[in-house]
């Protein structure tokens, strides 16, 4: 797994914006994925993992109902849908893969392979 994420840029709040993750390995969707995002001066936090063990999608309180999350196997890349963007949703946002989130628990530590993160600002 070898990732790419892209999408990011300056948003109003109460905007959308869509996220990219691309995988030029080409085993993205045999994996168990997770986006993560760290906003300034704060620690990585988990936003959103799609167990590939359990098959259910864990989502951060914080976001759920606003943000969504898809994949295309044809393309081999995942996407982050972010609607009613918050000043407080801005960050950079990681791709992540190779990990585990069973029954929710998930961190950056269990997790193998990232893509390089991509700025997102919500702003007016």
């Known amino acids: 797994v070898q990732l790419q994420a892209s999408g990011g840029g300056l948003v109003l709040p109460g905007g959308s914006l869509r996220l990219s993750c691309a995988d030029s390995?080409?085993?993205?969707?045999?994996?168990?994925q997770a986006w993560f995002r760290q906003a300034p001066g704060k620690e990585l936090e988990p936003v959103v993992c799609?167990?590939?063990?359990?098959?259910?999608?864990y989502w951060a309180d914080s976001v759920k109902g606003r943000f969504t999350v898809s994949g295309s196997r044809a393309k081999n890349e995942m996407y982050l849908q972010m609607t009613n963007l918050k000043p407080e949703d801005t960050g950079v946002y990681y791709c992540?893969?190779?990990?585990?989130?069973?029954?929710?628990?998930?961190?950056?530590?269990?997790?193998?392979?990232w893509g390089q993160g991509t700025l997102v600002t919500v702003s007016s």
């Open positions: 390995g080409r085993t993205l969707a045999l994996s168990t």
């Open positions: 799609i167990s590939k063990s359990d098959g259910n999608t």
């Open positions: 992540a893969a190779q990990g585990h989130c069973d029954g929710g628990h998930y961190s950056p530590a269990g997790f193998a392979s």
